[in-house]
């Protein structure tokens, strides 16, 4: 019987990394200059290994190979076969971040054969003036970003947010964005690492990507603010629904009973605050704050008992009708292979035992 599964966090150290990574996750294993922790992750050569239980040891790919539907729902089995289709992480920005922009899935599987990359921001922190730059703060064109560039006024084009924690924001592929010195975020995600860097500050040590960015930009300005939301207690308060992913804001007072027999697909809850039980009918664990854990699909009810005030993100997927993806070599047939890992739960019982980065 699968049951909620934790992993081991995927630290990456950054030319622009801090040390509040280490702080939130009150964990002195996090290396200096840690900018980004990956809770989650389905991504080639980074992929996530369990933390706890009879599964610990396996990878995140492993186990979806031998259990299919019953940890990401038939759905998202259908269209993502293998892959983990969400990439959850933490990240600290002690310095700026480079301006970037990601492509969407159909350009990233032409030139990459790799998904695009929507994503959110849930901020965590931020520092005293903290910025996040969110599109453009007028209508441009490709000549004009270009010219900016060669002549070293880019910010001018930019559209800058004062951001505050607890504030969300969308950033749909083709937006160019980037995250400012002082600010740490949970960052919800594609499974993907294809990102196009248009300006990193005069660092010099990083390559550009202008020549794929230039084709993938949305060049309108962008009028969105950050994502309003409620945050009624013991509540999945919603915040953004895409084909990408689902995010609720779910603030725990009292224990709460969560009901997902109707929804397809795997939960990831992610302790922005607090610690909370995470009880089924055959399993407990503690979530702290700044752990993530996976719900597979298989498990219909889950039960929050707040130890404190808690303040978790509530991620899924809803994709409604699904179609396969277009480019890899998944191969429905292989899903009537055996159920069976190479160290499975009686042996355990018996023995006690790319290259576009940020």
């Known amino acids: ?19 509040k990574i280490a702080k939130i996750k009150n964990d002195s294993n996090v290396p200096a200059d840690c900018g980004e922790s990956w809770e989650i992750s389905g991504v080639e050569g980074d992929v996530s290994v ?7 040891g396996n990878t995140l790919q492993e186990i979806i190979e031998v259990y299919l539907d019953e940890v990401v729902g038939e759905k998202v089995l259908e269209e993502y076969g293998y892959e983990f289709p969400i990439l959850l992480k933490i990240i600290d920005a002690k310095e700026n971040l480079s301006v970037q922009v990601h ?4 350009t990233a599987a ?21 910025k996040i730059i969110d599109g453009f703060n007028r209508d441009t064109t490709e000549n004009e970003l270009l010219q900016s560039i060669k002549d070293g006024n880019l910010e001018n084009l930019l559209k800058y947010h004062n951001v505050k924690s607890g504030e969300f924001y969308f950033i749909p592929a083709g937006r160019v964005h980037g995250m400012c010195a002082g600010t740490a975020v949970v960052e919800i995600q594609e499974t993907s690492d294809v990102t196009y860097r248009i300006y990193d ?3 010099g040590n990083r390559e550009l990507h202008t020549q794929y960015a230039v084709d993938v930009i949305d060049y309108k300005k962008n009028d969105k603010q950050s994502v309003p939301f409620t945050r009624m207690p013991d509540h999945s308060n919603p915040i953004v629904d895409c084909k990408c992913f689902t995010t609720n804001y779910l603030p725990v007072m009292n224990s709460l009973l969560k009901d997902y027999s109707n929804l397809d697909s795997f939960v990831i809850y992610h302790c922005v605050h607090g ?13 702290n704050e700044g752990e993530s854990i996976l719900i597979p699909a298989c498990i219909d009810e889950v039960v929050l008992i707040p130890i404190k ?3 978790l993100l509530e991620v899924y997927m809803n994709l409604g009708e699904s179609k396969p993806r277009k ?3 998944y191969d429905i047939d292989t899903l009537e292979r055996s159920k069976t890992l190479s160290y499975d739960k009686s042996c355990k019982e018996n023995n006690g035992s790319s290259s576009y980065m940020n």
Do not use: C
């Not at 019987?1 to 040390?19: A, E, N, Q, R, S």
């Not at 610690?275 to 979530?287: G, M, P, R, W, Y």
């Open 201 to 203: 500050y005069n660092r």
């Open 275 to 287: 610690q909370v039980t995470i009880k089924t009918a055959d399993s407990e664990e503690i979530l």
């Open 50 to 56: 369990v933390a706890n239980g009879f599964l610990e």
């Open 110 to 130: 032409e030139l990459h054969n790799a998904r695009g990359k929507t994503e959110a921001w849930y901020i965590l922190e931020a520092d005293k003036d903290a």
């Open 327 to 329: 480019y890899d070599d």
């Open 103 to 106: 492509p969407d899935d159909e």
């Open 1 to 19: 019987m699968l049951y909620p599964l934790k992993f081991k966090p995927i630290y990456k150290t950054k030319v622009w990394g801090g040390d």
């Open 309 to 311: 005030y808690s303040e």
